[in-house]
Structure formats: structure tokens, C-alpha cells
């Protein structure tokens, strides 16, 4: 099994900048892709951003691309999300996720195995 704990929540204005870490243990071999995953009161989970874990190719979504960056580091066995020019709409609990999965593309939500507990990110006006 692979455990996810995710850091670096908080509240911001709009326009404001955060970075989320995800530490990663536990069977770490296993991953192949990591990403990073919203959710909003009242809405479906999203996908947000992901990492191949080893070639480093990277996938955004439409709604956050030029704004977030996602990065890792294998020596830590961490992710991050660099996230700035946040707006209110990137209100939402901040997921990280691992899959066995390679992702040079995108990968669908349910080929990620492993979630950690959540970080929550508000933004407000």
C-alpha cells in the first residue's frame, strides 16, 4: 500500500499563491503517476494536474493551466502544486493521489489507487 499526506492548505485572497506537498511511503515502487485532485461543496471530484513519476510529463486541466504547476521530487517521494493567480472558483479540498498507471496523458480518476485525507484551499474575493 502507498500512503498520502497531503500540506500547505490555507486561505488566500484571489490572486493570491499557494503550494501543496504530498509526502508519499509505503510501496513507492509502485507509483507511476502521481496527481493532484479538487473537490468543491456540492461537486464532483475534478482532476487538477498530473505527473508522470518517473519521466516527469506533466497533464493540466483546462480551468487551472498557466496558473498551477505540478513538480516532484523522487528523492522525497513527494508532489507539489504550485498554485498563483488563484481565483474563489479554486475553492475546493485538495487531494493528492497515486496510480500504478503511467500518465504521459491523461489518466482517468479511477485508475488512482491511493488517496490521501485532503487539504482544504479557500479563496476569497
Known amino acids: 500500500q502507498v500512503q498520502l499526506v497531503e500540506s500547505g492548505g490555507g486561505s488566500v485572497q484571489a490572486g493570491g499563491s499557494l503550494r501543496l506537498s504530498c509526502s508519499a511511503s509505503g510501496f513507492t515502487y509502485s507509483i507511476n503517476c502521481m496527481g493532484w485532485f479538487r473537490q468543491a461543496p456540492g461537486k464532483e471530484r475534478e482532476g487538477v494536474a498530473t505527473?508522470?513519476?518517473?519521466?516527469?510529463?506533466?497533464y493540466y486541466a483546462d480551468s487551472v493551466k498557466g496558473r498551477f504547476t505540478i513538480s516532484r521530487d523522487n528523492a522525497k517521494n513527494s508532489v507539489y502544486l504550485q498554485m498563483n493567480s488563484l481565483k474563489p472558483e479554486d475553492t475546493a479540498m485538495y487531494y493528492c493521489?497515486?496510480?500504478?498507471?503511467?500518465?504521459?496523458?491523461?489518466?482517468?480518476?479511477?485508475?488512482?489507487?491511493?488517496w490521501g485525507q485532503g487539504t482544504q484551499v479557500a479563496v476569497s474575493s
Open positions: 505527473i508522470h513519476w518517473r519521466a516527469g510529463a506533466t
Open positions: 493521489a497515486s496510480s500504478a498507471v503511467a500518465c504521459y496523458n491523461w489518466v482517468p480518476t479511477e485508475q488512482f489507487s491511493y
